[in-house]
Protein backbone atom coordinates (compact mmCIF):
# COMPACT_ATOMS: atom_id res chain seq x y z
CA UNK A 1 0.00 0.00 0.00
CA UNK A 2 1.44 3.41 -1.26
CA UNK A 3 1.50 6.26 1.63
CA UNK A 4 0.54 8.63 -1.27
CA UNK A 5 -2.97 8.99 -1.21
CA UNK A 6 -3.15 9.44 -5.03
CA UNK A 7 -2.27 6.26 -5.77
CA UNK A 8 -4.22 2.70 -4.80
CA UNK A 9 -2.84 -0.41 -3.90
CA UNK A 10 -1.45 -1.22 -6.99
CA UNK A 11 0.23 1.97 -7.46
CA UNK A 12 -2.27 3.14 -10.34
CA UNK A 13 -3.15 7.06 -9.75
CA UNK A 14 -6.49 7.76 -8.63
CA UNK A 15 -8.79 10.70 -7.48
CA UNK A 16 -8.67 10.48 -3.28
CA UNK A 17 -12.20 9.80 -2.10
CA UNK A 18 -13.70 12.93 0.18
CA UNK A 19 -16.92 11.95 0.47
CA UNK A 20 -16.41 11.60 4.23
CA UNK A 21 -14.37 14.46 5.09
CA UNK A 22 -16.69 17.23 6.38
CA UNK A 23 -16.65 20.29 4.39
CA UNK A 24 -14.88 23.42 5.97
CA UNK A 25 -13.57 27.13 5.49
CA UNK A 26 -10.45 26.99 3.28
CA UNK A 27 -8.05 29.16 1.98
CA UNK A 28 -5.13 29.38 0.33
CA UNK A 29 -2.51 32.52 -0.43
CA UNK A 30 0.43 31.71 -2.92
CA UNK A 31 2.61 33.81 -4.42
CA UNK A 32 5.01 34.38 -7.48
CA UNK A 33 7.16 36.49 -9.60
CA UNK A 34 7.98 37.94 -12.72
CA UNK A 35 11.27 39.42 -12.95
CA UNK A 36 11.51 41.81 -16.13
CA UNK A 37 13.74 45.06 -16.90
CA UNK A 38 13.42 48.59 -15.63
CA UNK A 39 12.16 49.56 -18.86
CA UNK A 40 9.31 46.99 -18.99
CA UNK A 41 8.56 48.45 -15.82
CA UNK A 42 8.28 51.87 -17.04
CA UNK A 43 6.48 50.74 -20.18
CA UNK A 44 3.83 49.11 -18.15
CA UNK A 45 3.54 51.86 -15.40
CA UNK A 46 3.06 54.55 -18.15
CA UNK A 47 0.76 52.55 -19.80
CA UNK A 48 2.40 51.79 -22.88
CA UNK A 49 3.35 48.30 -23.42
CA UNK A 50 1.87 46.91 -26.77
CA UNK A 51 -0.71 44.59 -25.67
CA UNK A 52 -2.52 47.07 -23.36
CA UNK A 53 -3.88 46.72 -19.93
CA UNK A 54 -0.98 44.12 -18.86
CA UNK A 55 -1.85 44.10 -15.31
CA UNK A 56 -5.48 43.75 -15.33
CA UNK A 57 -5.85 41.48 -18.25
CA UNK A 58 -3.01 39.04 -15.59
CA UNK A 59 -5.50 39.14 -13.08
CA UNK A 60 -8.34 38.20 -14.37
CA UNK A 61 -6.58 35.55 -16.08
CA UNK A 62 -5.03 34.18 -13.21
CA UNK A 63 -9.09 34.09 -11.70
CA UNK A 64 -10.14 32.32 -14.76
CA UNK A 65 -7.50 30.08 -13.83
CA UNK A 66 -8.36 29.25 -10.33
CA UNK A 67 -11.75 28.50 -11.58
CA UNK A 68 -10.43 25.98 -14.12
CA UNK A 69 -7.59 24.29 -12.20
CA UNK A 70 -9.57 20.51 -12.16
CA UNK A 71 -9.44 20.90 -15.89
CA UNK A 72 -5.49 21.43 -15.67
CA UNK A 73 -4.50 19.04 -12.80
CA UNK A 74 -5.69 15.92 -13.54
CA UNK A 75 -6.62 14.28 -10.04
CA UNK A 76 -7.90 17.84 -8.61
CA UNK A 77 -11.06 17.65 -7.44
CA UNK A 78 -13.74 20.28 -8.95
CA UNK A 79 -14.53 23.43 -6.11
CA UNK A 80 -16.88 25.37 -5.74
CA UNK A 81 -14.92 28.74 -4.89
CA UNK A 82 -16.13 31.43 -3.08
CA UNK A 83 -13.19 33.92 -3.62
CA UNK A 84 -10.53 34.44 -6.13
CA UNK A 85 -8.33 37.11 -5.89
CA UNK A 86 -5.39 38.20 -7.86
CA UNK A 87 -3.37 41.07 -7.32
CA UNK A 88 -0.08 42.00 -9.06
CA UNK A 89 2.28 44.68 -7.98
CA UNK A 90 5.47 46.46 -9.23
CA UNK A 91 8.19 46.12 -7.64
CA UNK A 92 12.03 46.24 -7.48
CA UNK A 93 13.11 44.40 -10.75
CA UNK A 94 9.60 42.99 -11.51
CA UNK A 95 5.88 41.75 -10.61
CA UNK A 96 4.70 40.23 -7.44
CA UNK A 97 1.91 38.28 -8.18
CA UNK A 98 -0.46 37.16 -5.47
CA UNK A 99 -3.44 34.83 -5.41
CA UNK A 100 -6.03 34.09 -2.41
CA UNK A 101 -8.52 31.59 -2.76
CA UNK A 102 -11.56 30.51 -0.66
CA UNK A 103 -14.32 27.87 -0.43
CA UNK A 104 -16.05 25.49 1.68
CA UNK A 105 -15.19 21.94 1.06
CA UNK A 106 -14.16 18.89 1.87
CA UNK A 107 -10.72 19.20 0.28
CA UNK A 108 -8.31 22.31 0.31
CA UNK A 109 -7.73 24.78 -2.54
CA UNK A 110 -3.80 25.44 -2.66
CA UNK A 111 -3.68 24.18 -6.67
CA UNK A 112 -6.23 26.46 -7.24
CA UNK A 113 -3.84 28.97 -5.73
CA UNK A 114 -0.79 28.12 -7.33
CA UNK A 115 -2.56 27.99 -10.76
CA UNK A 116 -4.03 31.72 -10.31
CA UNK A 117 -0.35 32.62 -9.54
CA UNK A 118 0.94 30.71 -12.84
CA UNK A 119 -1.43 31.91 -15.03
CA UNK A 120 -0.87 35.35 -13.78
CA UNK A 121 2.72 34.93 -14.12
CA UNK A 122 2.31 33.70 -18.22
CA UNK A 123 -0.10 36.25 -18.69
CA UNK A 124 2.30 39.00 -17.86
CA UNK A 125 5.07 37.32 -19.87
CA UNK A 126 3.02 36.85 -22.48
CA UNK A 127 1.99 40.50 -22.52
CA UNK A 128 5.47 41.77 -22.97
CA UNK A 129 7.36 38.80 -24.54
CA UNK A 130 8.07 41.54 -27.58
CA UNK A 131 9.55 43.77 -25.55
CA UNK A 132 11.90 42.07 -22.80
CA UNK A 133 13.47 38.60 -23.84
CA UNK A 134 14.83 38.50 -20.58
CA UNK A 135 11.64 37.91 -18.33
CA UNK A 136 12.03 35.22 -15.54
CA UNK A 137 9.10 33.42 -13.85
CA UNK A 138 10.08 32.58 -10.30
CA UNK A 139 9.49 31.82 -6.42
CA UNK A 140 6.07 30.39 -7.16
CA UNK A 141 4.66 28.76 -3.68
CA UNK A 142 1.88 28.39 -1.13
CA UNK A 143 2.72 30.97 1.49
CA UNK A 144 -0.37 30.24 3.73
CA UNK A 145 -3.00 27.99 4.06
CA UNK A 146 -6.00 27.51 6.56
CA UNK A 147 -8.86 24.89 6.90
CA UNK A 148 -9.17 21.07 7.43
CA UNK A 149 -7.76 18.43 9.68
CA UNK A 150 -4.17 20.30 9.05
CA UNK A 151 -5.26 23.08 10.39
CA UNK A 152 -3.33 26.52 9.79
CA UNK A 153 0.37 27.03 7.75
CA UNK A 154 2.37 30.11 6.63
CA UNK A 155 5.82 29.71 4.86
Not at 51 to 68: N, S
Not at 94 to 115: C, H, I, N
Not at 138 to 145: F, L, N, Q, S, T
Request: aromatic letters at 2%.
Amino acid sequence: MSDLSHLDDQGRARMVDVSEKPATARMAVARGRLCCSAETLALVADGRAPKGAVVQTAELAGIMAAKRTAELIPLCHPLALTKVAVRIAPDDGGFAVEAEVRTSGPTGVEMEALTAVSVACLTLFDMLKAVDRTMVIEGIAVAEKSGGRSGSWQA
